[in-house]
């Protein structure tokens, strides 16, 4: 007779923990109900996590499971093994899981008083198989009790841990999973860091070139490069269901659970303290834009974001932030054509991407938007970009330009190339060519650094 095949849930056949997966979903629902977590706590690890699944309704179908065991589970069970789900999440949940999969034979799961993992769940296994010998699959050294105890001890997890118990029981199937550095990269959104060299444009366009104004723009840029990473993880946290219903977002390090949602919890403070620890060695105008940046960012995550044309114009403003935060971080003056130019610019991208988004996401995701909007969002948008020209062709009439330049009749070739390379985002966009973000296209696409390079060209050439 073959011996039972015994699965934990947390972090073994789920890619997360159901526990933290219902304190999101409460964040989402009902946040104050939050205020209640202590008082849970008080009465119990078990208690808390039987209230946080009963206030918080998960639904098990969306959660984020590990398919190269799921697969061989249904092989097993295809081939008469008894499955068993053993695991220290609570009844509502554990059973939900159960009923949804419809592979297990039993579950064995925490109770309000008891929480079932390490040796409490090997004595409740040993009293329900009364002797008959099983397999364990688990992913962390508190299972160790288990796999010391079955006649298999199946590992999901890093390679050390697998080593760790082939020491102590016979090691049968190892499912490797480890967190990546890409990984972390891309939760961070490194390549959005890129938005932040916006910091600098007040230097180049004032021609200074002091390094330690360098230095300063450089440091801004840093701190709000750590901020932003922050607030995208807590946006990812806050945005999971979505992004995991999205055919690409899905596959991001939260959703798919390839990053566990406690650690990127606690990645956040140590974002915020390192920018806010550099921001403290900058001027204060800079850490106010930094505080207004995290509340702006914020607040848009969690209301703004919702709200038609509001939306976009939050997103311009924290571009434009951007910018003044580089003249604050290093005293250099901003001018008003700059500050005007950037309004119109960036309220332009901010049409891109809402108009790319509702070709993408699903009806109920679309932030207060129709799909009958793409042609007025395509007005307003490609409207503001050839505004952000105008602006740029009426400062070049202007006396600033003169005290600046030696040469200023160079810059009237950046008019068309900026009209050209505005017309030629929002084309790729109307063709269908661009992603829902237009950031990561600009990065990957030669024409638009093609025209960045030749802007750079025109402004040497008018110095």
Same mark, same amino acid.
């Not at 799961?109 to 993992?117: A, F, K, P, T, V």
């Not at 090997?122 to 688990?138: D, K, N, R, S, T």
């Not at 995208?232 to 949602?261: E, M, Q």
């Not at 044309?309 to 939050?314: A, E, K, N, R």
């Given at each position: 007779?073959?011996?039972?095949?015994?699965? *934990?849930?947390?972090?073994?056949?789920?890619?997360?923990?159901?526990?933290?997966?219902?304190?999101?979903?409460?964040?989402?629902?009902?946040?104050?109900?939050?205020?209640?977590?202590?008082?849970?706590?008080?009465?119990?690890?078990?208690?808390?996590?039987?209230?946080?699944?009963?206030?918080?309704?998960?639904?098990?179908?969306?959660?984020?499971?590990?398919?190269?065991?799921?697969?061989?589970?249904?092989?097993?069970?295809?081939?008469?093994?008894?499955?068993?789900?053993?695991?220290?999440?609570?009844?509502?949940?554990?059973?939900?899981?159960?009923?949804?999969?419809?592979?297990?034979?039993?579950?064995?799961?925490?109770?309000?008083?008891?929480?079932?993992?390490?040796?409490?769940?090997?004595?409740?296994?040993?009293?329900?198989?009364?002797?008959?010998?099983?397999?364990?699959?688990?992913?962390?050294?508190? *299972?160790?009790?288990?796999?010391?105890?079955?006649?298999?001890?199946?590992?999901?997890?890093?390679?050390?841990?697998?080593?760790?118990?082939?020491?102590?029981?016979?090691?049968?199937?190892?499912?490797?999973?480890?967190?990546?550095?890409?990984?972390?990269?891309?939760?961070?959104?490194?390549?959005?860091?890129?938005?932040?060299?916006?910091?600098?444009?007040?230097?180049?366009?004032?021609?200074?070139?002091?390094?330690? +104004?360098?230095?300063?723009?450089?440091?801004?840029?840093?701190?709000?490069?750590?901020?932003?990473?922050?607030?995208?993880?807590?946006?990812?946290?806050?945005?999971?269901?979505?992004? &995991?219903?999205?055919?690409?977002?899905?596959?991001?390090?939260?959703?798919?659970? &390839?990053?566990?949602?406690?650690?990127?919890?606690?990645?956040?403070?140590? +974002?915020?303290?390192?920018?806010?620890?550099?921001?403290?060695?900058?001027?204060? *105008?800079?850490?106010?834009?930094?505080?207004?940046?995290?509340?702006?960012?914020?607040?848009?995550?969690?209301?703004?974001?919702?709200?038609? +044309?509001?939306?976009?114009?939050?997103?311009?403003?924290?571009?434009?932030?951007?910018?003044?935060?580089?003249?604050?971080?290093?005293?250099?003056?901003?001018?008003?054509?700059?500050?005007?130019?950037?309004?119109?610019?960036?309220?332009?991208?901010?049409?891109?991407?809402?108009?790319?988004?509702?070709?993408?996401?699903?009806?109920?995701?679309?932030?207060?938007?129709?799909?009958?909007?793409?042609?007025?969002?395509?007005?307003?948008?490609?409207?503001?970009?050839?505004?952000?020209?105008?602006?740029?062709?009426?400062?070049?009439?202007?006396?600033?330009?003169?005290?600046?330049?030696?040469?200023?009749?160079?810059?009237?070739?950046?008019?068309?190339?900026?009209?050209?390379?505005?017309?030629?985002?929002?084309?790729?966009?109307?063709?269908?060519?661009?992603?829902?973000?237009?950031?990561?296209?600009?990065?990957?696409? &030669?024409?638009?650094?093609?025209?960045?390079?030749?802007?750079?060209?025109?402004?040497?050439?008018?110095?």
């Amino acid at each position: 007779m073959s011996a039972v095949l015994v699965v *934990d849930l947390d972090g073994t056949l789920l890619r997360t923990d159901a526990a933290w997966e219902s304190l999101l979903e409460l964040v989402r629902r009902r946040p104050w109900r939050l205020l209640l977590l202590p008082v849970w706590l008080l009465r119990g690890r078990s208690y808390a996590k039987l209230r946080l699944a009963q206030e918080a309704s998960l639904d098990v179908r969306s959660l984020p499971y590990d398919e190269e065991l799921l697969e061989w589970l249904k092989l097993e069970r295809q081939r008469g093994r008894r499955l068993i789900l053993a695991t220290a999440a609570v009844a509502p949940i554990a059973h939900a899981v159960a009923q949804h999969l419809g592979i297990f034979d039993a579950v064995l799961c925490s109770g309000s008083e008891q929480n079932m993992r390490g040796t409490r769940k090997l004595q409740a296994l040993q009293a329900l198989l009364q002797g008959q010998p099983f397999e364990y699959v688990g992913n962390s050294p508190v *299972d160790g009790p288990l796999w010391r105890a079955a006649s298999r001890a199946h590992v999901v997890g890093p390679r050390w841990l697998a080593r760790w118990v082939q020491q102590q029981a016979s090691l049968g199937r190892h499912f490797h999973r480890t967190v990546r550095m890409r990984d972390v990269w891309a939760l961070l959104r490194v390549h959005q860091w890129v938005k932040n060299a916006l910091v600098f444009i007040p230097l180049v366009l004032a021609h200074r070139t002091e390094l330690g +104004l360098w230095g300063q723009a450089a440091a801004a840029a840093l701190a709000l490069s750590l901020w932003a990473s922050a607030l995208y993880v807590w946006n990812d946290l806050l945005d999971l269901p979505a992004d &995991r219903a999205h055919p690409r977002k899905r596959w991001r390090p939260i959703a798919s659970g &390839r990053i566990p949602i406690w650690s990127a919890l606690l990645v956040i403070p140590l +974002l915020l303290g390192a920018g806010w620890g550099i921001a403290l060695y900058l001027r204060e *105008d800079f850490q106010l834009a930094l505080l207004g940046y995290g509340v702006g960012s914020a607040a848009y995550s969690l209301w703004l974001k919702r709200l038609a +044309l509001v939306d976009v114009l939050m997103l311009s403003s924290l571009y434009a932030l951007r910018v003044l935060a580089g003249g604050w971080a290093t005293g250099v003056p901003l001018s008003g054509w700059l500050l005007t130019f950037s309004v119109f610019l960036f309220v332009s991208l901010g049409f891109l991407k809402r108009y790319v988004e509702l070709h993408t996401v699903q009806p109920d995701e679309r932030r207060g938007y129709q799909r009958g909007d793409e042609r007025l969002l395509y007005s307003f948008g490609s409207a503001s970009g050839y505004l952000a020209v105008l602006v740029l062709l009426l400062y070049l009439n202007s006396p600033d330009v003169l005290r600046l330049y030696s040469h200023p009749r160079w810059l009237w070739l950046s008019s068309p190339l900026l009209l050209y390379w505005i017309a030629y985002l929002w084309l790729r966009a109307h063709r269908r060519e661009m992603s829902d973000d237009p950031v990561v296209f600009v990065l990957r696409d &030669r024409i638009s650094y093609g025209i960045a390079a030749a802007m750079a060209l025109v402004l040497l050439l008018a110095r």
